[in-house]
C-alpha cells in the first residue's frame, strides 16, 4: 500500500493537513533539546522527512528505517538532493526486528509509524533494545480530539473527507480508508503511555497537539 502511493505521499500529508505535519515533526524533535544526540534511529521513516529535520535539528547522525521500498527510494532522493548523504542514512529495515544490537542509539524516534506495527509491544521492545541507557525514545501519533465541536468537525474531515481526497489525488482505494480505521483501534492516551511503560521506558510523558488530534509520547530508557 505504501509503495503504490509514495510518489504522492509527502504531497498528500502536507496539503491534507494543510501544513501543520511540519510543525508537529519540529516540536517532537524539539523534545531533544538538551540531550546528547550522537545517533538518532527513526523507525518507520517512510520518506525521510523526520530524519531529515532530526539532523537539522542537531542530531550529528540519523539512521531511518522502512518496510516500504518505494517510500526509501524517494527518501534516498530527497536526502541526496539536499547533500546530506553522509549524516542521514535510510535503509530497509523491519521494526519489530530492528537490525541493530543493543543499545545502539542515543535516541529513537517514530512519526506517525507505531499505529502501523502489527505486533505494538514487539515494537516498543524493540525500540527499547536499541536505545542507549538515558536515552529518549520520542512517538508522534495521531489521536482523537475530545471537545466539542473539534470532536464533531475533526470525525467527518477524517472519516469522511480525507479518505475520499487522498483516494482521488493517490489513485489507491484503501490508503486513505486505512488511516482512520488504524487511529480508531489505536490505543492513545493513557492507555499508550502505559504500552510505553510496559516496554521498559520509565519518566513517560504525553502531550496533547492542535485540539488532540495529534499527541507526542516520550519515554526514557533507564
Not at 549524516?87 to 517514530?110: H, M, N
Not at 505494538?120 to 536515552?135: A, I, Y
Not at 492516551?189 to 507526542?216: D, M, N, S
Request: glycine share 10%; aromatic share 12%.
Amino acid at each position: 500500500m505504501f509503495d503504490n502511493i509514495s510518489d504522492r505521499y509527502d504531497f498528500l500529508n502536507h496539503t491534507l493537513s494543510m501544513g501543520i505535519d511540519r510543525g508537529w515533526r519540529k516540536k517532537a524533535i524539539g523534545k531533544l533539546k538538551g540531550r546528547p544526540c550522537e545517533h538518532l534511529l527513526d523507525i518507520a521513516t517512510g520518506t525521510g522527512d523526520f530524519a531529515i529535520t532530526a539532523h537539522r535539528a542537531g542530531c550529528t547522525k540519523v539512521t531511518g528505517v522502512d518496510i516500504s521500498n518505494g517510500m526509501l527510494e524517494i527518501g534516498r532522493k530527497k536526502v541526496t538532493k539536499q547533500g546530506l548523504d553522509s549524516k542521514v542514512e535510510l535503509r530497509y529495515g523491519d521494526s519489530e526486528s530492528l537490525p541493530f544490537t543493543d543499545s545502539s542509539f542515543d535516541a529513537i524516534t517514530v512519526a506517525f509509524g507505531v499505529r502501523n506495527f502489527e505486533n505494538l509491544d514487539k515494537g516498543l521492545s524493540e525500540m527499547h533494545r536499541v536505545l542507549k541507557p538515558g536515552g529518549m525514545a520520542i512517538v508522534l501519533e495521531f489521536s482523537k480530539p475530545h471537545g466539542f465541536p473539534i470532536k464533531q468537525l475533526y470525525g467527518f474531515y477524517f472519516n469522511h473527507l480525507l479518505p475520499f481526497l487522498g483516494r482521488v489525488i493517490s489513485g489507491d482505494k484503501s490508503a486513505y480508508s486505512y488511516l482512520p480505521e488504524s487511529v480508531k483501534h489505536f490505543p492513545e492516551g493513557k492507555a499508550f503511555v502505559q504500552r510505553f511503560e510496559k516496554a521498559g521506558f520509565t519518566v513517560c510523558t504525553e502531550e496533547r497537539l492542535t485540539f488532540g488530534i495529534a499527541t507526542i509520547y516520550t519515554g526514557i530508557k533507564s
